[in-house]
Protein backbone atom coordinates (compact mmCIF):
# COMPACT_ATOMS: atom_id res chain seq x y z
CA UNK A 1 0.00 0.00 0.00
CA UNK A 2 1.03 3.48 -1.01
CA UNK A 3 0.29 5.48 2.30
CA UNK A 4 -2.89 5.53 4.44
CA UNK A 5 -6.07 5.85 3.47
CA UNK A 6 -7.88 8.62 5.59
CA UNK A 7 -11.38 9.94 3.99
CA UNK A 8 -13.19 7.70 1.31
CA UNK A 9 -16.49 8.94 -0.12
CA UNK A 10 -18.96 7.24 -2.88
CA UNK A 11 -21.63 9.06 -4.63
CA UNK A 12 -23.87 8.43 -7.96
CA UNK A 13 -23.34 10.85 -10.75
CA UNK A 14 -26.20 9.34 -12.23
CA UNK A 15 -29.33 7.34 -11.64
CA UNK A 16 -30.60 4.13 -13.70
CA UNK A 17 -28.95 0.66 -14.26
CA UNK A 18 -25.75 2.32 -16.16
CA UNK A 19 -25.48 5.20 -13.54
CA UNK A 20 -21.93 6.75 -12.54
CA UNK A 21 -20.43 6.50 -9.31
CA UNK A 22 -17.69 8.85 -8.29
CA UNK A 23 -15.35 7.90 -5.55
CA UNK A 24 -13.38 10.40 -4.15
CA UNK A 25 -10.12 9.33 -1.09
CA UNK A 26 -7.62 11.31 0.45
CA UNK A 27 -4.69 9.39 0.96
CA UNK A 28 -1.80 10.09 3.62
CA UNK A 29 1.58 9.24 3.12
CA UNK A 30 4.87 11.19 4.22
CA UNK A 31 3.39 13.74 6.00
CA UNK A 32 1.53 14.94 2.54
CA UNK A 33 -2.56 14.68 2.13
CA UNK A 34 -3.52 13.98 -1.57
CA UNK A 35 -7.22 13.51 -2.50
CA UNK A 36 -8.01 11.58 -5.88
CA UNK A 37 -11.00 11.06 -7.82
CA UNK A 38 -12.14 8.47 -10.11
CA UNK A 39 -15.54 7.63 -11.75
CA UNK A 40 -16.95 4.41 -13.11
CA UNK A 41 -20.08 2.61 -13.73
CA UNK A 42 -18.39 -0.59 -11.10
CA UNK A 43 -17.52 1.30 -7.40
CA UNK A 44 -14.51 -0.97 -7.29
CA UNK A 45 -13.53 0.75 -10.47
CA UNK A 46 -14.02 4.27 -9.99
CA UNK A 47 -12.38 3.82 -6.25
CA UNK A 48 -9.44 1.69 -8.07
CA UNK A 49 -8.79 4.93 -9.98
CA UNK A 50 -9.45 7.31 -7.35
CA UNK A 51 -6.71 5.47 -5.26
CA UNK A 52 -4.43 5.36 -8.33
CA UNK A 53 -4.95 9.13 -9.12
CA UNK A 54 -4.12 10.20 -5.25
CA UNK A 55 -0.96 7.90 -5.65
CA UNK A 56 0.10 9.17 -8.60
CA UNK A 57 0.07 12.68 -7.17
CA UNK A 58 1.47 11.41 -4.52
CA UNK A 59 4.76 10.44 -6.76
CA UNK A 60 4.59 13.76 -8.37
CA UNK A 61 4.58 15.58 -5.36
CA UNK A 62 8.31 13.36 -4.29
CA UNK A 63 9.68 14.09 -7.73
CA UNK A 64 9.48 17.76 -7.72
CA UNK A 65 10.65 17.84 -3.92
CA UNK A 66 14.16 15.45 -4.95
CA UNK A 67 14.43 18.02 -8.06
CA UNK A 68 13.80 21.18 -5.26
CA UNK A 69 16.64 19.10 -3.07
CA UNK A 70 19.26 19.02 -5.71
CA UNK A 71 18.57 22.35 -7.63
CA UNK A 72 19.22 23.91 -3.59
CA UNK A 73 21.92 21.78 -3.19
CA UNK A 74 24.27 22.83 -5.95
Known amino acids: MF?????????SVTGGSDALGAVAITVDSDGRKVTGRGVATDVVE???RAY????????RLRER???REKIEGV
Do not use: M, P, R, T
Not at 3 to 11: L, P
Open 52 to 59: LNAVNKLV
Open 3 to 11: GKIGDFQVS
Open 46 to 48: ASA
Open 65 to 67: GEV
